[in-house]
């Protein structure tokens, strides 16, 4: 046990970060678990349901700082290829849209002329 004060006070912010942690890393990992058991099922509508949510779960996680954000890119990169194996049409119907913003070209500067008196 520390019996530094600045210690002891750390490891009371590390218990209060833990059990935050855990809500976002556990409803992750349970909502895996849940799209991995919907393949096996075979029902291709349910399993896209299910890696929906546990790829919002894990980007959830990432974003908190709870999970880094290469580990939550491949955790839904194994999903998509599992659901991908699934059939060939599902995979394109789960990958989310993204949709492309116009190009806008850079406001120009414009320097003005002082009018001399």
């Avoid at 833990?18 to 809500?23: A, D, F, P, S």
């Avoid at 990992?29 to 096996?40: F, G, L, N, V, W």
């Avoid at 890119?73 to 699934?86: D, G, P, T």
Wanted: glycine letters at 4%.
């Amino acid at each position: 046990m520390a019996n530094i004060k600045s210690q002891i006070k750390r490891n009371r912010q590390n218990e209060k970060r833990r059990i935050k942690n855990r809500v976002y890393r556990g409803a992750a990992r349970t909502a895996i678990k849940k799209a991995r058991t919907t393949y096996e099922t075979g029902n291709a509508e349910l399993s896209k349901a299910a890696v929906l949510v546990a790829v919002s779960m894990l980007d959830k996680a990432a974003q908190k700082g709870v999970i880094h954000k290469n580990n939550a890119a491949r955790r839904k990169s194994r999903l998509m290829k599992q659901l991908a194996a699934l059939g060939p049409t599902m995979a394109q119907e789960a990958a989310p849209a993204v949709e492309a913003e116009p190009v806008r070209k850079p406001a120009r500067k414009t320097t003005r002329k002082t009018a001399k008196a």
